[in-house]
Structures are given as structure tokens and as C-alpha cells.
């Protein structure tokens, strides 16, 4: 079992940066590889970005490529979402989620994951 917790959501305006965190909880974090998906309103949740287990592959979707980096610390159990020049098109609520480290890895296929975060508010103001 796998608790996540995201943290670092808020208010900003168009061009400037936010850092999100996902802590995670239980043993073998690095079994996982890990997500983020988010929601705007009215919306279907959508994939933002990827990374492998080992955080030796990371993935973006084409609406945030150049913009948001993710990275890992497996020591902390941590998985970090850095997005810049956000637009106000980003406003949504953010979730992380892990994928057990088991066969192919359908990084933007949330139905694929195992276990999701409660969410955090980012609002992009124009």
C-alpha cells in the first residue's frame, strides 16, 4: 500500500513557477514509477508528466513539454513537479500517482495506476 500526499499548489500569475510535491508513504517507493495528472473544471483528468522508477525516463504531455520538469528522489520518497511560464490554461487540480514497476508502462493511461493522491489546487491567474 502506497500513500501519497501532494503539497505545493496555489495561486499564481501567467509566466510565473510553482513547485509541486508528492510525499510518499509505505515501503519500495522505488518499485514505482510514478505520475501527474491533473483536472480542470468541466474537464476530463489528463496527463502532465511521467517518470520511471529509477528516474532514468521521464515523459510529458505536448501542452506542458518545455515548461514543467519532473524529477525523484528515491531517498525521500518524493517525486517533484517544477512548472514554469505557467498559462492560465494550467489551472487545474493536480494528483500524483504510482504505478507498481510490473510489465509495460502505460505512463499516460490513468486507469494504469495504482494508487492516487488527494489532489492540489493550482490556479494560474491572467
Known amino acids: 500500500q502506497v500513500q501519497l500526499v501532494e503539497s505545493g499548489g496555489g495561486l499564481v500569475q501567467a509566466g510565473g513557477s510553482l513547485r509541486l510535491s508528492c510525499a510518499a508513504s509505505?515501503?519500495?517507493?522505488?518499485?514505482?514509477?510514478m505520475g501527474w495528472f491533473r483536472r480542470a473544471p468541466g474537464k476530463e483528468r489528463e496527463f502532465v508528466a511521467a517518470i520511471t522508477w529509477s528516474g532514468g525516463r521521464t515523459y510529458y504531455a505536448d501542452s506542458v513539454k518545455g515548461r514543467f520538469t519532473i524529477s525523484r528522489d528515491n531517498a525521500k520518497n518524493t517525486v517533484l513537479l517544477q512548472m514554469n511560464s505557467l498559462k492560465p490554461e494550467d489551472t487545474a487540480v493536480y494528483y500524483c500517482?504510482?504505478?507498481?514497476?510490473?510489465?509495460?508502462?502505460?505512463?499516460?493511461?490513468?486507469?494504469?495506476?495504482?494508487?492516487w493522491g488527494q489532489g492540489t489546487q493550482v490556479t494560474v491567474s491572467s
Open positions: 500517482a504510482a504505478k507498481y514497476n510490473s510489465g509495460s508502462y502505460y505512463y499516460n493511461e490513468p486507469m494504469k495506476y495504482d494508487f
Open positions: 509505505g515501503r519500495f517507493f522505488s518499485n514505482y514509477h
